[in-house]
């Protein structure tokens, strides 16, 4: 995990030093600070994929990309078997499986993400991204916040919103959850 994380920063800096970027115009992009913004891209603190999506986005790469280090290929279409999307976790409990990462030009991100339980006392971390999101749970009880709205999403339940809304997530009932998230 700690690797996959290195690598990731490694390929933003790759990036910056590219496009003759400053990071305090990376941090700016993103709406963090430029030392949060350096900790990333020295693999020194956790990844937020909605930054890195800002990033990709904004200066026109992939976010395939950044996550994996591989430009996508396929442009018919790409097919992901059960279990064997490319992942990227970002901390210990809380891992993206990336289902469409060989499809070039897709119009959406779309990501298995897995969420360790932890205590429940503990603050919901939040981000926000450009453009909307869709999350369905497919195991698990998922409390989601978005903005002011906390809401609970049991198995097969879905919504649809505003990812520019501060959004945050948490396993419930000390069980881990899963669910489909499509970023558009």
Known sequence: MEEAIKQIGERLKGLRDVLDIEPQEVADLCGISLQAYLDMENGESDLSVSNLQKIAKHYGVDLDVLLFGEEPHMSSYYLTRKGQGQSVERRKAYKYQSLAAGFRGRKADPFMVYVEPKDDSA?????SHEGQEFNMVT????QLTIGSKTLVLN????IYFDATQPHGMRALGN???SFLAIIF
């Open 139 to 142: 195991e698990g009880t998922l």
């Open 175 to 177: 069980k881990p959850v």
């Open 123 to 127: 603050p919901v971390e939040r981000n």
């Open 155 to 158: 198995e097969g339940d879905s």
